[in-house]
């Protein structure tokens, strides 16, 4: 995959370091490798914590920003279509779905 996709983690701001911890921030955005666009999305905030009560304490925040434009550069791209037809799905595939047309058969359908 990392033929297509391309991952952006140029930082955000300066790297702030105090006496008691350093933290740096990155754009942490997934895109298609070949289109240099950005993603409309907007990350959200990170919680601060409390800095007061960590010792010798690593901290990474990942957060589903990085999993939103994977998937939205992905399926701009079409590389999460896939075609499914009957030639396309194993036999075991087909006869697990006999079983379960079956099955919900045998259950009323249900009305209100």
Known sequence: MD???KVDYSPLS???VSDRSIEAGHRGEVSWKSDSSRS???ADDLPREDQ???NKMFNLWLEEYVAKTFAESAHSHDYLKARIAEDTISEQDQR???RLSYASSLIPEVSF
């Open 3 to 5: 033929d297509l996709f």
């Open 14 to 16: 300066k790297v702030s």
């Open 40 to 42: 409309n999305l907007k």
């Open 52 to 54: 007061d009560d960590e």
């Open 96 to 98: 697990e779905k006999l």
